[in-house]
């Protein structure tokens, strides 16, 4: 085995003392993770960041409606009622 051989496989060689702290440091690593998905599964954060997503539809960054877009939803609530009240009259005059 020549020199550089010999120095690459002793430096490859951990030491417990480097493997135990590699452990620590992924457990740690592993065990935030796992607290950060349990925050963010969590019912109440769930409901939370619903909320938010729909004041973000209705409002924009000033907190300002945003009129077009209700406009928007109200005409097509306004357009799906208008068909079924149109199909239930049809179907009930047979």
Do not use: Y
């Amino acid at each position: 085995m020549s020199d550089t051989q010999a120095q690459s496989a002793k430096q490859q060689v951990r030491s417990t003392q480097q493997i135990e702290a590699d452990i620590a440091a992924t457990r740690a690593r592993l065990a935030s993770t796992v607290d950060e998905l349990v925050d963010r599964a969590h019912p109440k954060n769930v409901v939370k960041r619903q909320v938010e997503q729909a004041k973000a539809q209705v409002f924009d960054e000033r907190g300002e409606l945003r009129t077009q877009k209700l406009i928007a939803v109200g005409g097509a609530v306004v357009g799906v009622v208008g068909m079924l009240l149109m199909i239930r009259r049809l179907v009930g005059r047979r």
